[in-house]
């Protein structure tokens, strides 16, 4: 079967290696959301590195598990719903801002954003004069779109297309020359955004063409894929690059067509000139030029021939937008990416077709015959409504051979025949929609005969008559088996089961189900379609749900849905019935958590023609939480007597969930589940994985005995050894939990215990065990988007499978007591399959204890201090290599028995040297400026020696050590290293907590920004700025122009913006819909400048502030 492809193309820049396209590769295909997910899209990674060790013992591998997880989200997001209050809200990449609220996933994969070439930077396509010894004007060398081979012509004769091939390489006519160099005044290159996900689209942003078809009121004709049918942004470049705004005033709900206005007054150097239409020009064997947007580059000039006027339309595969229900002209002219809108002119100069699709598997190109074009662009020039109308039947044109294999009597081939002998076919029934007007009535197979009792075997006829006799009767004769049948037609209105109105809420997008998506799977024009299935409603496949009813309310159209939503609360469970396009046999019957105080945003946008916007209606505010209640459980028992007293401890492992609204830090879920241990169950306190709750900017939720569902919140984030504190109130909960007794000392190698862990099913498996090794390891830097991982941690290995099973559990001893916790440590992604890779080991407790130990005290914020650098073990071996003395390597061997060994300076972390931070967010350039002192003595390779006077040879002796530096004159460490062979002293500073953690997000232009984390800090040397880009949303302005995730914003308008606080100042006050000028930095100090248009009708700046006192602790704040 053969593939076809839009001709659309996403711009050249930065954020996906260049110039890309948006193609849709094969007929009948699946596709899922491109990018972040909605969605925040962070940069991933694209090298997997192995675990970090320097040591030779070979031990790697002992239940130290590195598994692929097969919950990759993409961190790109493709919208975000909720915080931002003008739009629904992304990594790959982060998979481009994959956090649901605000995120959606995409299952693409990017190499960090790079430095983009001058030709990427520039927002204007270069558009030369045609050249006069050729009729294509040359691509740049892997530009994608070159003159057809004859290779390719060849392919296309064989595939039955029939195509002419092509002209190469012999030159234009003088004729030909003249209508060329009068087109290309008239033709545009288009950049443009689909903000909202939306019908059968995704939010994106590309590239395409259109063409002037009325100057004087500034109207353009391009495709209706590149307008699309909800929000759109964009402007036009003419051939001398002057740049104006569009905006869209018409989109066919069926034909891919479009209208966009512009205002005249803004091209000032130039005629604005239009071109006529002439459909009726178009002829088999016609010599014609498409004249268009080559990818972003430059405009191109293909040639080629006419071969058929009557092909059905092509088909781009599923849950795409499909045109239907008209012919389309074929031919050969090899167009590609950004040619999509492009005028098809003749020798004369006027427009018979316009560009709109083609092959993907040869050099056919598809054009869509401009009739109805044409009748659209009088409407509106003439300021009448464009009717549009429909019987809800899709007709193929089929050729009398089929039709008489259908039934088609001879009497009836006959006189069609005879009054039309050019015709090759009929018009026959394919799909008749349930529920529509002609259901019962129009059958499949059915053979047109006439309307109105006028023949009709044409789609331009066909829609010349639906399209006049809107709500009025037509009489249809059909054969059916050889026989008429004769059926009365009531006409509907297109546009009225044509969506032009979504709601935002809960960071998801409903709409009415479109005919466009009725079409394709053959169901009613009615429901409530799911169109950015993201936030509370981020189902188990991306796209295609149709919801059937919420809280036991059916919702069987958009009014009824936001009658539904108004009742339910914030934090309430509700239960939403949906099937799936795809797969409308099965019900899917999910539990959702309604968020309303991150996705607050409840409002309906409404199309508005007349000025290209989507106008917003608030809904209203969401009913506070309900007021919980005590609730009871029952744990369930573990039935076994070999393991003493620890099977008490099932009584003492909740369920925690974690809620991601918005992708930072570079993390790339939008939500993870796994088990915590209740470590002080009077003031339900529970320890779990840092892999689960990344940050504290999310909801927590504990569920007790998979029964009681409480809300959580964030205590205690360490930030070295992959571990948090989350608490609940335990007054709601009545069920008999115990608190886990920890161990106050680390286990050593050949140690027996037990292991209790948690499988996938999230069911506990018991093993006894052996303690295989103790050692110090450092998870791998995900290079391409920096994020949170362990380092000098000292892990623990087992000799049991059942720990490459278990993401989640403890090593207990016989008396019950928890020797050390199982956890999952986030990793680097996958190379090869673009998945994180997630490793399991087992971790001392008193790190833990020190923790809790404070929280008990009353402190609401503990401190932890550490001696920010990455450290790597260095045998006795590399020692002496390095300058260690016989002496030294003698109290190392004293010092531990169990493994001879010292710690290297691997990389030191750019990262704060001063006491406990300022409380206002100036710290942060105060972080910034201190770090460039970074460290001060230490330096990377250093071979330490001791810490306050005692041999360092283990991680968990400057665990201690760090410990005991607190209280404003005691937080500096004593180092004894060995640095070019000469053993000297050092004094170095450790780092609390409090500076560690982000406390500050900006969105601005749809860019999540906000200081480089610790992750960040960690792998990179210079700091450039205190405005790091995180994140960006798909379809906004950020994704537009290039903003893309790692990036370091150091100046404004030629302002430098060293902290969030400079940046804001900046651009908070700037006229909307201007361009400011950026001067920007990669995470590979290669430094450009770009631009950036804002919009913030559909893209406000919003702040969100780390504050305790608020009710979910943190502070939000809109810019208008």
């Known amino acids: ?7 659309a193309s996403s711009p050249p820049s930065p954020l996906i290696n260049g110039a890309g396209r948006t193609t849709r590769r094969s007929k009948r295909s699946s596709t899922g959301i491109a990018s972040p997910e909605v969605h925040v899209e962070q940069a991933e990674d694209d090298d997997e590195q192995m675990l970090n060790d320097d040591s030779d013992d070979g031990n790697d591998n002992d239940n130290y598990n590195g598994d692929d997880n097969d919950e990759n989200d993409d961190n790109e997001h493709d919208r975000e719903h909720g915080l931002n209050d003008s739009e629904i809200i992304d990594d790959g990449d982060q998979d481009e801002q994959d956090v649901d609220g605000w995120n959606g996933p995409s299952d ?114 391009t495709n209706r894929h590149v307008v699309g049918a909800g929000p759109f942004t964009g402007f036009a470049v003419f051939d001398n690059h002057e740049e104006c705004d569009v905006q869209p005033i018409y989109r066919d709900p069926v034909h891919d067509f479009g209208i966009l206005r512009f205002n005249p007054a803004d091209i000032k150097y130039m005629p604005v000139t239009a071109l006529d239409l002439r459909p009726e020009l178009a002829r088999v064997g016609a010599e014609i030029r498409v004249i268009g947007n080559d990818a972003g580059e430059k405009l191109s000039i293909l040639s080629g021939f006419i071969s058929r006027l009557d092909r059905n339309a092509p088909d781009y595969g599923d849950l795409s937008y499909n045109d239907f229900n008209t012919e389309y002209i074929q031919a050969a002219a090899s167009a590609s990416g950004g040619s999509s809108g492009s005028p098809v002119v003749n020798i004369d100069g006027h427009a018979v077709a316009i560009q709109a699709g083609g092959s993907s ?25 464009i009717t549009r109308g429909t019987i809800q039947i899709q007709w193929l044109l089929k050729p009398f051979d089929e039709c008489r294999r259908l039934g088609l009597t001879p009497e009836i081939e006959y006189a069609i025949r005879k009054e039309f002998p050019d015709g090759i076919g009929m018009l026959v029934a394919e799909t008749v929609l349930p529920e529509g007007p002609s259901d019962g009535l129009i059958e499949e197979g059915d053979c047109l005969v006439s309307v109105n009792g006028e023949h009709v075997t044409k789609f331009i006829r066909l829609d010349e008559v639906l399209d006049s006799t809107v709500s009025s009767e037509i009489a249809v004769v059909v054969q059916r088996g050889g026989q008429n049948v004769n059926v009365t037609i009531t006409v509907g209105d297109l546009h009225a089961i044509t969506p032009d109105r979504y709601v935002e809420v809960a960071g998801a997008c409903f709409h009415n189900v479109s005919y466009q998506l009725a079409r394709q799977f053959v169901i009613p024009a009615k429901g409530v379609y799911i169109s950015e299935p993201s936030g509370s409603f981020r189902l188990d496949r991306d796209r295609g749900w149709i919801l059937e009813s919420l809280d036991d309310d059916p919702t069987p159209d958009l009014d009824t849905f936001i009658s539904a939503m108004k009742k339910i609360r914030d934090r309430q469970w509700v239960v939403a019935s949906c099937r799936n396009v795809q797969d409308m046999h099965s019900q899917n019957i999910s539990i959702v958590y309604i968020d309303r105080h991150w996705a607050s945003t409840f409002r309906m946008a409404m199309r508005n023609d007349k000025t290209g916007l989507w106008d917003f209606t608030q809904l209203g505010d969401s009913l506070p939480a309900e007021q919980l209640r005590p609730q009871s459980a029952r744990f369930t028992e573990v039935r076994r007597t070999d393991i003493g007293q620890a099977r008490k401890l099932i009584r003492s492992f909740v369920k925690v969930t974690c809620l991601i609204p918005l992708k930072i830090d570079g993390f790339p879920r939008s939500g993870k589940v796994g088990q915590g241990l209740v470590v002080d169950a009077d003031r339900g306190l529970v320890v779990v994985a840092r892999s689960i709750v990344p940050y504290d900017l999310c909801d927590v939720v504990i569920t007790v005995a998979d029964s009681i569902m409480v809300p959580g919140k964030v205590n205690f984030l360490h930030p070295t050894q992959g571990w948090a504190v989350v608490s609940y109130d335990p007054n709601l909960v009545d069920a008999p939990i115990e608190t886990a007794e920890l161990r106050g000392h680390e286990l050593e190698r050949n140690t027996s215990t037990i292991f209790m862990g948690f499988n996938q099913n999230m069911r506990m498996v018991v093993a006894p065990t052996n303690v295989t090794d103790v050692t110090t390891k450092t998870a791998p830097a995900n290079n391409v988007t920096p994020r949170y991982r362990v380092t000098n941690v000292d892990v623990i ?11 989640s559990g403890v090593l207990v001893g016989t008396d019950g007591v928890v020797d050390a916790l199982w956890l999952t440590y986030l990793g680097e992604r996958h190379a090869s399959n673009g998945r994180d890779v997630e490793y399991r080991a087992g971790i001392s407790t008193v790190g833990v204890s020190a923790v809790l130990a404070q929280l008990r005290a009353g402190v609401t914020a503990p401190v932890v201090r ?34 001879h060994q010292l710690f290297a300076v691997r990389k030191l972390t750019a990262s704060t040297v001063s006491g406990p931070a300022d409380k206002d967010h100036k710290r942060g350039h105060n972080k910034l400026r201190q770090s460039q002192q970074n460290q001060e003595g230490l330096q990377e390779g250093d071979v330490i020696l001791a810490v306050n006077g005692t041999t360092l040879t283990r991680i968990s002796e400057l665990d201690a050590a760090c410990a005991n530096a607190s209280g404003k004159d005691n937080w500096m460490l004593d180092l004894t290293v060995v640095r070019g062979r000469r053993q000297i002293s050092l004094r170095v500073s450790t780092v609390p907590t409090t500076d560690i953690e982000t406390d500050r997000v900006v969105i601005w232009c749809g860019a999540v920004l906000h ?110």
Request: overall charge neutral; glycine content about 6%; some cysteine.
């Open 1 to 7: 079967m053969e593939s076809h492809k839009r001709k």
């Open 108 to 221: 693409r994969f990017h190499h960090r954003h790079r430095k983009p070439n001058s030709s990427q930077i520039s927002t204007v396509p270069s558009i030369p004069p045609p050249l006069k010894s050729q009729s294509v004007i040359p691509a740049r060398s892997g530009s994608g779109l070159e003159p057809a081979s004859p290779a390719a012509a060849a392919a296309a004769a064989a595939s039955g297309a029939a195509e002419l091939i092509p002209i190469q390489s012999v030159g234009d006519s003088v004729e030909w020359q003249r209508t060329i160099e009068k087109v290309v005044r008239s033709v545009v290159s288009i950049r443009f955004a689909q903000i909202a996900s939306f019908d059968c689209e995704p939010a994106l942003v590309s590239e395409a063409t259109g063409f002037v078809v009325d100057a004087e009121r500034g109207l353009i004709m």
């Open 1011 to 1120: 200081e480089p984390h610790h992750a960040v800090r960690q792998q990179i040397k210079n700091l450039h700025s205190g405005v790091y880009v995180s994140g960006r949303m798909h379809g906004s302005p950020a994704y537009q122009y290039g903003v893309a995730p790692t990036y370091f914003l150091t100046h404004v308008n030629g302002v430098a913006t060293p902290d969030l606080d400079s940046f804001l100042k900046a651009v908070v006050g700037m006229p909307d819909n201007t361009y400011l000028r950026l001067r920007i930095v990669t995470f590979e100090n290669m430094p450009f400048a770009s631009s950036i248009k804002s919009n913030r009708h559909y893209f406000p700046t919003i702040e969100l502030v780390s504050d305790k006192t608020a009710p979910d602790g943190w502070r939000r704040k809109t810019y208008e």
């Open 797 to 807: 290995a087992v000799d049991t499978v059942l720990g490459s099973q278990c993401g």
């Open 866 to 899: 550490i001696l920010d650098a990455d450290l790597c073990v260095l045998q006795m071996n590399q020692a002496r290599i390095r300058g260690v003395t016989d002496a030294w390597i003698r109290k190392v061997e004293q010092a531990n028995d169990d493994r």
């Open 361 to 385: 598997e040869s050099s056919t190109d598809y054009f869509l015959p401009l009739y109805r074009g044409l009748r659209a662009l009088r409407c509106v020039q003439d300021d009448t409504p």
